[in-house]
T-cell receptor, first 113, second 116 residues
Framework: GESVGLHLPTLSVQEGDNSIINCAYS??????FIWYKQESGKGPQFIID?????DKRQGQRVTVLLNKTVKHLSLQIAATQPGDSAVYFC????????????FGAGTQVVVTP | GAVVSQHPSRVICKSGTSVKIECRSL??????MFWYRQFPKQSLMLMAT?????????EQGVEKDKFLINHASLTLSTLTVTSAHPEDSSFYIC????????????FGSGTRLTVV
């Protein structure tokens, strides 16, 4: 499945399928991007990051793709598991000050058995 | 890896009182910490940047006299919500920049503030 939008959409994925979460960022000067996972009542948990000099980076079961031309970021989760159910946020390093992150609206991922 | 401890995890206070939230870097020094606020079903919004030994810098629209930030040591930043009102009820999260080989951001577990 695929989720597009910035108003906390919900992505329902069957266990074992691949998930794709999309994010559009705003600042063309942003040079560092991070994907976070947030479970209910908890702080954000780092998943994977990518710098603007790259267009793809892979981690364990996750891949981040960066398209600077259209200012688009995506997170792919392979073989989605029930433990992947959470809200996923992309964040960009704001161009005006290193260290300040601007978060996207988030996507709720629900993994069904 | 780097750990940021945030305390308390939950707090309920009466309207008009003040609440202090602590953010500690446990195994690294953090000259810069950030405070975010998150309302239900919404994203994290940066409130302020906490700088060790100097004044915090606040984002536009955030009242510095209401959200007092103190960063007196390299491992501790505190956020005090003064004269809290029900509209201040929110989830407050801190983060710190970690340096060295583990460069990046580490977030605390958040504080759920409920003002009644």
């Amino acid at each position: 499945g695929e989720s597009v939008g910035l108003h906390l959409p919900t992505l329902s994925v069957q266990e074992g399928d691949n998930s794709i979460i999309n994010c559009a960022y705003s600042n063309s000067a942003s040079d560092y991007f991070i994907w976070y996972k947030q479970e209910s009542g908890k702080g954000p948990q780092f998943i994977i990051d990518i710098r603007s000099n790259m267009d793809k980076r892979q981690g364990q079961r996750v891949t981040v793709l960066l398209n600077k031309t259209v200012k688009h970021l995506s997170l792919q989760i392979a073989a989605t598991q029930p433990g992947d159910s959470a809200v996923y946020f992309c964040a960009e390093n704001r161009g005006d000050s290193w260290g300040k992150l601007q978060f996207g609206a988030g996507t709720q991922v629900v993994v069904t058995p | 890896g780097a750990v940021v401890s945030q305390h308390p995890s939950r707090v309920i206070c009466k309207s008009g009182t003040s609440v202090k939230i602590e953010c500690r870097s446990l195994d690294f020094q953090a000259t810069t910490m950030f405070w975010y606020r998150q309302f239900p079903k919404q994203s994290l919004m940066l409130m302020a940047t906490s700088n060790e030994g100097s004044k915090a810098t606040y984002e536009q629209g955030v009242e510095k006299d209401k959200f007092l930030i103190n960063h007196a040591s390299l491992t501790l930043s505190t956020l005090t919500v003064t004269s809290a009102h029900p509209e201040d009820s929110s989830f407050y999260i801190c983060s710190a920049i970690t340096g060295g080989l583990d460069y990046g951001y580490t977030f605390g577990s958040g504080t759920r503030l409920t003002v009644v």
